[in-house]
Nanobody, 125 residues
Framework: QVRLVESGGGLVQAGGSLRLSCVAS????????MGWFRQAPGKEREFVAAITWSGSGRSLNYADSVKGRFTISRDNAKNTVHLQMNSLKPEDTAVYYCAAGWVTTLRSSDEYNYWGQGTQVTVSS
């Protein structure tokens, strides 16, 4: 059974930092894309960041709203992906979801095969 388990969410003041982690188990994810999406109350799920490892190397992709503040990284040996979030803003408040899959469009949540249960991030002003 494939599982993605997120951790690291919490409450932080604006300007602070959090580091989310996601551990995948149940299969190998070689060549896959692992990413983060978020969903705020009353809003649609949106793309945050993604990282792909393939034979040609590493590819990173960020939403414009987090570029320069968030950093995604991946440990393939441990099937783990991290999201370092700095300079957090109240508008970053959301449930953050880890996702994995073999996708062609990184920002399309429909293409990801596996999802975690989510971890709440709350940024106070």
């Amino acid at each position: 059974q494939v599982r993605l388990v997120e951790s690291g969410g919490g409450l932080v003041q604006a300007g602070g930092s959090l580091r989310l982690s996601c551990v995948a188990s149940g299969r190998t994810f070689g060549g896959s894309t692992m990413g983060w999406f978020r969903q705020a109350p009353g809003k649609e799920r949106e793309f945050v960041a993604a990282i792909t490892w393939s034979g040609s190397g590493r590819s990173l992709n960020y939403a414009d709203s987090v570029k320069g503040r968030f950093t995604i990284s991946r440990d393939n040996a441990k099937n783990t992906v991290h999201l370092q979030m700095n300079s957090l803003k109240p508008e970053d408040t959301a449930v953050y979801y880890c996702a994995a899959g073999w996708v062609t469009t990184l920002r399309s949540s429909d293409e990801y095969n596996y999802w975690g249960q989510g971890t709440q991030v709350t940024v106070s002003s």
